[in-house]
Nanobody, 118 residues
Framework: QVQLVESGGGLVQAGGSLRLSCAASIRTPSNYAMGWFRQAPGKEREFVASISRGIITYYADSVKGRFTISRDNAKNTVYLRMNDLKPEDTAVYYC????????????WGQGTQVTVST
């Protein structure tokens, strides 16, 4: 069983920064890719960023150059550093995990709210 808990969300002014954390209960962290998704009110959930078992990362075009995903397997934690935040970044952010044996994102956290004001 995999359990994910997000933290670090809050209210920030446009142009500011936040760092989200995801504490993961995973027996073998090296067997999972980790990712971040977000969902704004009235919109569908969208991909934000992911990181492989190693150092390979992927980013949505909307956040490339502003957001950075990283992981610390010793702490069983994945991070999302968000810089130069914009009002359109306002959403509930979800942490997700995917086993290397599967092609789907099977495990999800409960989400943390990020609100960017002008």
């Amino acid at each position: 069983q995999v359990q994910l808990v997000e933290s670090g969300g809050g209210l920030v002014q446009a142009g500011g920064s936040l760092r989200l954390s995801c504490a993961a209960s995973i027996r073998t962290p090296s067997n999972y890719a980790m990712g971040w998704f977000r969902q704004a009110p009235g919109k569908e959930r969208e991909f934000v960023a992911s990181i492989s078992r190693g150092i390979i990362t992927y980013y949505a075009d909307s956040v490339k150059g502003r957001f950075t995903i990283s992981r610390d397997n010793a702490k069983n934690t994945v991070y999302l550093r968000m810089n130069d935040l914009k009002p359109e970044d306002t959403a509930v952010y979800y942490c997700a995990a995917r086993s290397i044996l599967r092609s789907q994102w099977d495990y999800w956290g409960q989400g943390t709210q990020v609100t960017v004001s002008t």
